[in-house]
């Protein structure tokens, strides 16, 4: 799969983690469909490495799985990084 198409599924990815785990992270939705990039590439190489999954095949459940999951898992990340941003401790 090409970087086009793995920049394609990491938006989506990055939208489904979003519609999954709705919350208040930090960003709104262009940091979401960024990290959702991000965690499709998180989820990719995980998968090839422990499981022999990868992101080879775009249709593919596999890969889908792989990048949601890895989206959700960067999306968890990311919300506990920036949780206590713009709170004052007064």
């Known amino acids: 799969m090409g970087i086009l198409g793995w920049?394609?599924?990491g938006l989506?990815?990055?939208a489904i983690a979003?519609?999954?785990?709705p919350g208040r992270q930090g960003g709104g939705w262009i940091m979401t469909l960024i990290l959702g990039v991000v965690g499709?590439?998180?989820g990719g190489w995980l998968g090839s490495m422990i499981f022999n999954v990868g992101l080879?095949?775009?249709w593919s459940l596999q890969t889908w799985i792989v990048a949601i999951v890895g989206s959700?898992?960067?999306?968890?990340?990311?919300?506990?990084?920036?949780k206590n941003r713009g709170r004052t401790n007064a």
């Open 7 to 9: 920049i394609v599924l």
């Open 72 to 82: 959700i898992v960067v999306l968890l990340i990311w919300g506990l990084v920036t």
């Open 12 to 14: 989506i990815a990055g």
């Open 40 to 42: 499709a590439l998180l």
């Open 56 to 58: 080879e095949d775009f």
């Open 18 to 21: 979003k519609l999954i785990l």
